[in-house]
């Protein structure tokens, strides 16, 4: 297989720092169908506010977010996984047991499986890559798919951080619950792209964190904002620049939804109209891992996709872990 063969499956183009940069490049990798699911909770601005140092008005001006889905006390990360690997497996006219791989960024891989009575065996596993989780998952199955180990898979993008929130705390209104699916399958594509690049950096592990003994997330909003309004516009620059293409080549752009501050910042970096970043903020918050399917998802039920658009997607995660995709549709 083409894939098989170092030059052709991985590139070295770009340096940063002492590493090169790698561009995993898949031709024969393509998205058969997406799926979705929030939980039916509604959780406003105007109900967490309270005594916090902060306004429903602020809140909307500045991170882009009127509400959020809230998962009840028996909904957990694997129900909304499920709901949404189900969704993309119905929209691609398959049974759960034609399914080869189950990736689930960020948790609940076999209890997903189970619950969306996937009875086949199949491998089922986690990638703990917090909010860039989706992005490192799709490239993993890529590979998976790309060398012939399996023709399809299934990869799901499910957070439920209002279980990790301190409501009392100013930053518990960023966050809120939900999950997005892709179905991944082997077909060989006439002039087609999937192309990513993963990143890591351990230094900032304390900057947004859950410790054992909390049981909430703590963050530190200044570094996380310094951070995404670096890391963001740099790996799109990157992953453009190892494909030659400009953003002007991009029909849409899927960013994590980190908050609108941090997108219209990275919008300003890139020299494009903030209009350009997908988004739904407004409505569902920062989903973590789950933003980018999610609103992919969205996208493609509206009919905002069309055949040969190409994607960019980016994120940016704790710990950090950043990455970034093109997809040709």
Same mark, same amino acid.
Not at 102 to 118: D, E, L
């Given at each position: ?8 499956? $991985? ?12 561009? *995993? ?6 998205? =058969? *169908? ?20 902060? *306004? ?6 500045? /991170? ?37 791989? @189950?990736? $689930? #960024?960020?948790? *609940? ?31 993993? #199955? ?33 966050? !809120?619950? !939900? ?6 399958? =082997?077909?060989?594509? @006439? ?10 950096? !351990? ?18 909003? =200044?570094? @996380? ?14 992953? /453009? ?8 080549? @991009? ?10 501050? $941090? ?17 739904? /903020? ?13 609103? +992919? ?13 190409? +994607?960019?997607? &980016? ?7 950043? &990455? ?6």
């Amino acid at each position: 297989m083409r894939s098989s063969k170092p030059e052709n499956r $991985v590139v070295r183009l770009l340096e940063r720092g002492t590493v090169a940069i790698r561009n *995993s490049r898949f031709d024969s990798v393509s998205i =058969r *169908s997406t799926g979705s699911y929030v939980p039916a909770g509604i959780l406003t601005n105007e109900e967490i506010v309270g005594n916090l140092p902060t *306004s429903p008005e602020w809140i909307v001006q500045t /991170l882009g977010i009127r509400q959020r889905r809230i998962a009840d006390s028996e909904e957990y990360t694997s129900d909304l996984a499920a709901r949404a690997g189900l969704s993309a497996i119905a929209s691609a006219g398959l049974d759960p047991n034609e399914i080869d791989l @189950v990736i $689930v #960024a960020t948790s *609940s891989a076999c209890m997903a499986q189970n619950k969306m009575g996937i009875r086949n065996g199949c491998p089922a596993l986690d990638v703990a890559a917090v909010c860039s989780g989706f992005l490192y998952s799709i490239t993993i #199955a890529g590979q998976f798919i790309q060398n012939g180990v399996y023709d399809r898979a299934l990869v799901i993008g499910a957070d439920t951080y209002s279980k990790v929130t301190n409501w009392n705390d100013r930053n518990c209104v960023f966050f !809120g619950d !939900g999950s997005g699916a892709v179905v991944l399958e =082997r077909v060989d594509r @006439v002039n087609g792209m999937f192309s990513s690049i993963l990143f890591a950096d !351990g230094t900032g592990m304390d900057d947004f964190t859950v410790l054992p003994t909390d049981g909430y997330f703590r963050m530190n909003g =200044r570094a @996380v904002y310094e951070k995404a309004t670096a890391a963001l516009p740099e790996c799109i620059r990157q992953i /453009l620049c190892l494909n030659s293409l400009g953003l002007e080549d @991009v029909s849409m752009i899927i960013p994590h939804q980190a908050s609108a501050h $941090v997108l219209r910042r990275t919008a300003e970096i890139l020299n494009i109209p903030y209009s350009r970043m997908q988004t739904n /903020l407004e409505f569902y918050a920062n989903t973590a891992g789950a933003t980018i399917p999610l609103l +992919l998802d969205q996208a493609n039920r509206g009919g905002l996709i069309h055949k040969n658009d190409l +994607l960019l997607f &980016a994120a940016i995660g704790a710990g950090w872990t950043w &990455a970034a995709t093109l997809y040709r549709w």
